[in-house]
């Protein structure tokens, strides 16, 4: 794999690495519904900023993330929705939004003598609706996405309903009233954008990479290695 190619794999997995960093570093509060655990999370207050901004970032670099896949299968003339990049931007924007709400929210009532509580009871009503709307949105787009790697066959075998089954997952998980169920946002979207980043790296018509190769042999194809052709 060429330089060019591994920048390529790296760009993809840009949003899932940095946004599995920040979920990891949240204080979890393992319900939702309890507002006393919320305020208790946020006593740690340098790990519940960097969290929620980190997953911000991550957010925003989605658009790289996606940009490259979409940009691989059009380079292979495969076709890719164009409502999907414009999907990506306005739930990036609205999970920014949020998180930035959550993240900084909380810790501002807090350093202003009040407790975390008050946030939650007279602005999570807002912020809730916002993550709504992001998760509708990026649901769309990242669905979209999947589905047009499947028919891009840089998806194929098992990693077809694996990687649909964690962006279904992805978007479904925040109705979880739970700080663990960030955790199972984490796994889907290494899932989806690990086998597409390796992938990335190859040509279209190479598709099946090593990862692959292990896991399911009966499906092999070559790896992505200049010397590799297509088998007859």
Do not use: K
Request: glycine content about 10%; some cysteine.
């Amino acid at each position: 794999m060429n330089g060019g190619r591994t920048s390529r794999v790296l760009l993809v997995l840009l949003f899932p690495a940095v946004l599995a960093v920040g979920i990891v570093l949240i204080p979890v509060v393992t319900n939702y519904a309890d507002h006393v655990l919320a305020s208790e999370a946020v006593e740690h207050t340098a790990r519940w900023f960097l969290g929620h901004l980190l997953s911000a970032v991550a957010f925003g670099l989605s658009l790289v993330s996606f940009s490259e896949v979409v940009a691989h299968l059009r380079s292979e003339s495969h076709e890719a929705p164009s409502f999907i990049l414009p999907c990506m931007a306005v739930a990036a924007g609205c999970y920014a939004a949020g998180l930035g709400a959550d993240g900084i929210g909380f810790i501002a009532v807090r350093v202003g003598a009040a407790s975390p509580v008050l946030f939650l009871e007279e602005g999570g009503l807002w912020v809730g609706g916002v993550f709504v709307i992001a998760t509708l949105v990026l649901g769309v787009g990242l669905i979209a996405l999947v589905i047009a790697a499947i028919h891009g066959r840089m998806l194929r075998g098992v990693w077809r309903y694996v990687a649909f089954t964690s962006a279904v997952l992805f978007v479904s998980i925040p109705a979880v009233p739970s700080g663990w169920g960030l955790y199972g946002e984490a796994v889907a979207a290494a899932t989806i954008f690990g086998p597409l980043a390796i992938v990335t790296g190859c040509p279209v018509q190479q598709p099946v990479i090593a990862l692959t190769a292990v896991l399911l042999p009966l499906d092999c194809a070559p790896s992505c290695s200049p010397a590799a052709s297509p088998p007859g």
